[in-house]
Nanobody, 117 residues
Framework: QVQLVESGGGLVQPGGSLRLSCAASGSISSINAMGWYRQAPGKQRELVAIIRSSGSTWYADSVKGRFTISRDNAKNTVYLQMNSLKPEDTAVYYC???????????WGQGTQVTVSS
């Protein structure tokens, strides 16, 4: 089974940038859609970006124009480039196979992103 480990989070000032990485223990080339999610304190988990095996992408309106999702199949890694960060982007960020989103045990620990002045 594929295991996913998120990294790259940290503390940044508003307007700053971070690149998150999602390293998979197995091949992601055959996964139809990988997504980045986030969960802010007291809030439900939110899907923010999707990349499909075709290379097509989708973004939530809240991050569109600021975030870019990409994948490197050779490295079995999915990335989330986050620019122009806002305090409301503060959350724990997770990656997952969209098909596994409803499986509680499929979620890792995520990586904390804090945007604060």
């Amino acid at each position: 089974q594929v295991q996913l480990v998120e990294s790259g989070g940290g503390l940044v000032q508003p307007g700053g940038s971070l690149r998150l990485s999602c390293a998979a223990s197995g091949s992601i080339s055959s996964i139809n859609a990988m997504g980045w999610y986030r969960q802010a304190p007291g809030k439900q988990r939110e899907l923010v970006a999707i990349i499909r095996s075709s290379g097509s992408t989708w973004y939530a309106d809240s991050v569109k124009g600021r975030f870019t999702i990409s994948r490197d199949n050779a490295k079995n890694t999915v990335y989330l480039q986050m620019n122009s960060l806002k305090p409301e982007d503060t959350a724990v960020y997770y990656c997952n196979n969209l098909a596994w989103a409803g499986i509680k045990g499929s979620w890792g620990q995520g990586t904390q992103v804090t945007v604060s002045s």
